[in-house]
């Protein structure tokens, strides 16, 4: 069963073996430490220096721009995903 890095409206990403009801699936990878390693490479980091966000989303001023910021950055997660498989 593959892991799946996740994000919530404020941008926050998480990680689990499934996506909370709140949040959007952004990747999914069967070794948990290479997608997390691929998801911290792109994110950004907040101020407290730990939490991984979404570049876009904590700004965005509507849904539709978050829904976008987010669509990009799961391409970019996908893209690093399949370059590092090979």
Do not use: W
């Amino acid at each position: 069963m593959p892991f799946i890095a996740y994000a919530d409206r404020s941008g926050v990403i998480g990680f689990g073996l499934k996506s909370p009801p709140e949040a959007l699936p952004i990747g999914r990878h069967p070794d948990l430490d290479r997608l997390k390693t691929v998801v911290s490479a792109v994110a950004r980091r907040a101020y407290d220096n730990k939490t991984l966000l979404v570049p876009g989303i904590p700004e965005a001023a509507t849904d539709k721009d978050a829904l976008d910021a987010l669509a990009s950055f799961t391409r970019r997660i996908e893209h690093r995903l399949k370059e590092s498989e090979s």
